[in-house]
């Protein structure tokens, strides 16, 4: 954690994650016994988190839902039937390494495999994330793929997370990318400012006030006690430099299957300037399926906070089909049960 004189730069912060599960279990004085399963698991899928996310969490509580986010579990390493490695076919749709182009005008560029956090549920638990990584070297075939292509108008910056590289890099990219006039928006899929707010920094800030296509940042945030105060005062940060501001959230068992969670999760991002956007049925990963919340139970989740909320702050209910040309929307929240 900081000390009083040096200053915790999010550099410091993400090279100080926890990724030993014996110090993450001693942090949060929890249960010993749970070591050895989350070694195991962690030998598939290392566990990382920064400090600043463990300081939301209970101690003593294994149930907490953010430490339910992050834990490695024994439950990893079971093989469930219909859970996958490339749960989405994602080796089919990459034309140039990291660059995915599976939907109409918007494509996924992947500037770093890294991220802050890794999230037990994702699935990107198995991408190959060394071979897809161009680093600065690879992104001529990337502007090469995206000028040959007029009808791409988004480039989506995603993950990894885009925010774990330097403002210099992110900088590069961006003049670059608006050189190419029928590229009008730059989105940034996130986590960051959610699970390491330090990274909200004045150049940060700049960056994004001056960039040239209309921006929109998509953090990522599943569970209202995420939104601590340094979390907050970033995202309010972030909505003064004009960008548009959205959150998508996964369904998760025991972390936010519950209308009371995912409304005070709305309300808690709405008073940051933050609009839900998607909310994702989980990604069928192999590892992930103790998350797994059935449909039934989600239409319902969502036909509950569809009737307490105003529309705005009601996510759409969303689900990623292997080969499918967009998201596919499960449930417009209408009631008709
Ligand atoms: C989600 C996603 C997008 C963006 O989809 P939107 O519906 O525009 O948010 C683009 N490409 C891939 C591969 C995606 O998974
Ligand atoms: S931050 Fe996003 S990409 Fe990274 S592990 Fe979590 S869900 Fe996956």
Redesign the pocket.
Known sequence: MPGLTEKYTWQKALSDLVTDPRELLELLDLDPGLLDAAKAAARVFPLKVPRGFLARIRKGDPHDPLLLQILPLGAELQETEGFDRDPLGEAAVNPVPGLLHKYHGRVLVTLTGA?????RY?F?RYFPYEENNPGSMGWESIFAYIRQNPAISEVILS???PLAVNDRLLQRFSDQLSGIPHVIRLRIHT?LPIVLPERITPELLAWLTNVKMKAIVVV?ANHPHEISPDVKEGLNLLRFTGVTLLNQTVLLKGVNDSARVLSDLSEALFACGVLPYYLHRLDKVRGAAHFDVPPETANALHAEISRELPGYLVPRLVCEEAGAGSKTVLSTGLYTG
């Open positions: 991220c802050a956090v890794h999230c994702c990107r993950g990894g997370d986590r990522h």
